[in-house]
Nanobody, 125 residues
Framework: QVQLVESGGGLVQAGGSLRLSCAAS????????MVWFRQAPGKEREFVAV????????TYADSVKGRLTISRDNAKNTVYLQMNSLKPEDTAVYYC??????????????????WGQGTQVTVSS
């Protein structure tokens, strides 16, 4: 069992930055690929970024490439999402997720084993 707790959300002006954190409890954090999804008001939840169990591989949604960076610290059981050059369209609830795999990078909700509660990010224009 893995519990995920996100933090770091808030209100920021367009062009600003935020860093989200997701702390994982439970064992074997390093066996999980970690994923960030987001859900904007009135829209479906969508994939944002994923990082492999050892941090060696990452994949991003086209809409965030070059602006958002996913990273992890296995010693701290924490995954991060550094968000720069934020746009109003980045406004959403951001969810941390975990998938127990070392062989592929999950990008779909159906591949997720554990979810966090989410943290709100609001970007004002």
């Amino acid at each position: 069992q893995v519990q995920l707790v996100e933090s770091g959300g808030g209100l920021v002006q367009a062009g600003g930055s935020l860093r989200l954190s997701c702390a994982a409890s439970g064992r074997l954090f390093s066996t999980y690929a970690m994923v960030w999804f987001r859900q904007a008001p009135g829209k479906e939840r969508e994939f944002v970024a994923v990082i492999s169990w050892n941090g060696a591989r990452t994949t991003y949604a086209d809409s965030v490439k070059g602006r958002l960076t996913i990273s992890r610290d296995n010693a701290k059981n924490t995954v991060y999402l550094q968000m720069n050059s934020l746009k109003p369209e980045d406004t959403a609830v951001y969810y941390c997720a975990a998938t127990q795999t070392r062989s592929y990078l999950p990008t779909m909700q159906s591949q997720v084993h554990y979810w966090g509660q989410g943290t709100q990010v609001t970007v004002s224009s």
